[in-house]
């Protein structure tokens, strides 16, 4: 895995745009895998200002988001739908029908999946899949001791990720229980996998993911096989990795080319 720290969620976040920025010009018609949460809220941001900016042309682009609540309609203001149209889409040109989120209110759930899965084989599969992670390690909504191959299906949320959503739910017992999520599998198919972490609260977390055994406890962990992943991380998220002098040495001597 690469590993990227820097000093602050600003700077990674900078790192993680010019990371997509460059997948979306080298192909226009690039397909992204998109995450909500907290986590990427900056990295959109800097996206909506490079299309302002110079010009980042998403009309070419098609999306997929990982997760999306069961039983909250879309239009409802804590679906993710809304979070990723408040947070991204009406602030870049990417084409609506171009856009993909699974729909909590299918009512054939395991069916809706299977089209998911399609759609994204249809569309040529994923080029880079944005990721966070959970305090419980999960990636996507694959909480632990989800198959480390599982496909686009329903899962249940633990309670500690429905305690760390209780925030924007104004408490944990409004929080869904279930959610539609692409599987660990899903994920690992993508060509590019960007897992972005910021604070102290995520560090454990990501020390399993990337430096621990892998594992079905912790979903992240599966990154660890995928040819090509990056994680970029703040300093806090980064504080438990054994080798992070290492990881800062050989991101600050990289030759020009392999920098972003
Ligand atoms: C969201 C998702 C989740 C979050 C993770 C971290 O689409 O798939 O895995 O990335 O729960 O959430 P935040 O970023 O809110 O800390």
């Not at 739908?81 to 889409?89: D, G, I, N």
């Not at 993909?100 to 880079?128: F, H, L, V, W």
């Not at 419980?136 to 632990?144: A, L």
């Not at 806090?236 to 080319?257: F, G, Q, R």
């Amino acid at each position: 895995m690469e590993i990227i720290i820097q000093p602050d969620q600003l700077q990674a976040s900078e790192v993680a745009a010019r990371i997509v920025a460059r997948t979306v010009r080298e192909k226009p018609h690039a397909v992204l895998g998109l995450a909500t949460g907290n986590t990427p809220l900056q990295l959109y941001r800097n996206l909506v200002r490079m299309h302002r900016e110079e010009g980042l042309d998403f009309s070419g682009v098609t999306s997929f988001n990982l997760d999306e609540y069961v039983g909250i309609p879309p239009a409802h203001p804590l679906s993710y739908h809304s979070y990723m149209w408040a947070q991204l889409f009406s602030g870049i040109n990417m084409p609506k029908e171009r856009i993909n989120i699974p729909d909590g209110m299918t009512p054939d759930i395991p069916a809706a999946c299977r089209k998911y899965e399609q759609a994204i084989r249809s569309a040529g599969g994923i080029d880079i899949q944005v990721l966070g992670i959970g305090t419980n390690g999960h990636i996507g909504f694959n909480e632990p001791s989800s198959s480390l191959s599982s496909r686009t299906r329903i899962k249940t949320l633990t309670e500690q990720t429905r305690a760390d959503s209780s925030a924007v739910f104004g408490g944990a017992e409004s929080v869904p229980h279930h959610v539609i999520t692409m599987g660990l599998g899903t994920i690992m198919d993508s060509r590019l996998c960007l897992l972005l972490a910021f604070g102290r609260k995520k560090a454990r977390a990501v020390a399993q993911a990337v430096e621990g055994p892998i594992t079905a406890m912790v979903p992240g962990s599966i990154l660890q096989m995928h040819p090509r992943s990056i994680l970029v991380a703040d300093r806090e998220a980064a504080s438990e990795l054994k080798m992070a002098d290492y990881y800062v040495w050989v991101n600050d001597h990289k030759p020009d080319w392999q920098k972003y």
